[in-house]
């Protein structure tokens, strides 16, 4: 192993090795030989480092484009959970998913477009409230998008919020978000 370990170093640092006298066996030579040895293993295992990190990557960039519909179907799943926090979780993962048509379209044929009337309409805390208008909001940049919650009601659901001065993010998406609406009633 040794003799490996000080020829990888040898090649890899392309120094030519040291010849040493064969009877001459002091402890220079050898703290030298472990320095060798030190220099070698931390070289293979920044080598070893690299690899599996080139490996990771390709199998991430394989993998996770086919997580991307089961993460949208559970997220719409958490809307129809009793729990607000949970409903809050699904709401919050569709804004984050909602970044292009594409994805918009998914999640409205998976149901969630529908969900996320029926949580703003049960939403009774201003969090709940929150998380549903921004998850709205970004699911409304789309006009497929728009015409499928214009259908689930969410005119009505939105004019139900009651005006708050103390959350103003709230009322923030409440106002964009009737906006929207007002500018694409004549389209619909």
Same mark, same amino acid.
């Given at each position: !192993?040794?003799?490996?370990? +000080?020829?990888?170093?040898? $090649?890899?640092?392309?120094? *030519?090795?040291?010849?040493?006298? /064969?009877?001459?066996?002091? &402890?220079?030579?050898?703290? @030298? =030989?472990?320095?060798?040895? =030190?220099? #070698?293993?931390? *070289?293979?295992?920044?080598?070893?480092?690299?690899?599996? /990190?080139?490996?990771?990557?390709?199998?991430?960039?394989?993998?996770?484009?086919?997580?991307?519909?089961?993460?949208?179907?559970?997220?719409? $799943?958490?809307?129809?959970?009793?729990?607000?926090?949970?409903?809050? !979780?699904?709401? %919050?993962?569709?804004?984050?998913? %909602? +970044?292009?048509?594409?994805?918009?379209?998914?999640?409205? @044929? !998976?149901?969630? #477009?529908?969900?996320?009337? *029926?949580?703003?309409?049960? /939403?009774?805390?201003?969090?709940?409230?929150?998380? /549903?208008?921004?998850?709205?909001?970004?699911? %409304?940049? &789309?006009?497929?998008?728009?015409?499928?919650?214009?259908?689930?009601?969410?005119?009505?659901? +939105?004019?139900?919020?009651?005006? $708050?001065? @103390?959350?103003?993010?709230? !009322? *923030?998406?409440? &106002? &964009?978000?009737?906006?929207?609406?007002?500018?694409?009633?004549?389209?619909?």
């Amino acid at each position: !192993m040794r003799w490996l370990a +000080i020829q990888l170093t040898t $090649s890899l640092c392309r120094r *030519k090795p040291v010849n040493l006298p /064969a009877c001459n066996f002091s &402890s220079f030579t050898r703290k @030298e =030989e472990i320095a060798l040895e =030190e220099e #070698a293993q931390r *070289k293979i295992g920044w080598f070893l480092k690299l690899l599996f /990190a080139g490996t990771a990557t390709v199998v991430a960039y394989q993998f996770f484009p086919y997580l991307g519909d089961n993460l949208i179907q559970q997220s719409v $799943s958490l809307l129809n959970v009793k729990d607000p926090l949970f409903k809050r !979780m699904g709401a %919050s993962r569709l804004a984050r998913f %909602s +970044i292009d048509d594409e994805r918009r379209k998914k999640i409205v @044929e !998976m149901g969630g #477009a529908e969900g996320l009337v *029926k949580m703003l309409d049960s /939403a009774k805390d201003d969090k709940t409230r929150n998380e /549903a208008l921004k998850a709205l909001a970004a699911l %409304s940049a &789309s006009d497929e998008a728009v015409a499928a919650l214009y259908h689930a009601g969410v005119i009505s659901a +939105i004019r139900s919020i009651p005006h $708050s001065t @103390e959350n103003e993010e709230a !009322m *923030k998406y409440k &106002s &964009s978000l009737l906006k929207r609406f007002q500018d694409l009633k004549y389209d619909l």
